[in-house]
């Protein structure tokens, strides 16, 4: 099997660590195969539509971020530097809604992490700086992106911080929990 798959706190939350071929010249690995990825997860037709790609500087936190009229589903990855990607469950029905999960990836550690459509997702850069790279299954509306507060205290979610972090205008005006569009 090309991946090692474990769930999560929130079992739909998966961590892929890939198969990963090295030596003294370098390294090699498939950071993504279709039906490998179905065959690992069991999740069956996963359709990625949309690449992301960002980078950013040390105490930089991003997000949490999602889409209420057309949720995305996340396979994240950092190839560059080490983040803590965190998701937040945001579905009403489910029997872990408003808990999170946290994952250091890294560009050394190869991990990647399957967020499922319905979740807030953010991440806080750890190190100088980070580039992580993402697919999402469904394409960006600006219209229906929506921002929940990182530090909201009902949530509870325990960032490795080390200072105040670096944060873009419209999530420091982000919505707590309660105040949250939330999924069915």
């Not at 530097?81 to 050394?108: H, Y």
């Not at 980070?130 to 909201?152: N, P, V």
């Amino acid at each position: 099997m090309p991946y090692t798959v474990t769930p999560t706190a929130i079992p739909e939350v998966l961590v892929l660590e890939p198969k990963v071929f090295g030596d003294a010249r370098g390294f090699f690995f498939e950071s993504f195969n279709q039906r490998d990825f179905e065959q690992a997860t069991g999740l069956q037709g996963v359709q990625f539509v949309q690449d992301n790609h960002s980078k950013s500087a040390r105490g930089v936190l991003r997000g949490l971020h999602y889409q209420i009229q057309h949720p995305q589903g996340k396979l994240v990855r950092v190839v560059q530097g080490e983040v803590f990607d965190v998701a937040v469950d945001l579905r009403q029905s489910s029997p872990t809604f408003g808990q999170w999960v946290g994952e250091v990836l890294s560009a050394s550690n190869h991990k990647q992490m399957w967020i499922p459509p319905g979740f807030a997702h953010g991440f806080l850069t750890l190190s100088e700086s980070a580039e992580f790279l993402y697919k999402t299954t469904d394409y960006w509306y600006s219209e229906h992106e929506r921002s929940l507060l990182w530090s909201d205290s009902q949530l509870d979610i325990h960032w490795p911080l080390q200072g105040e972090p670096l944060l873009a205008a419209k999530d420091v005006a982000a919505l707590t929990f309660r105040q949250a569009e939330l999924f069915p």
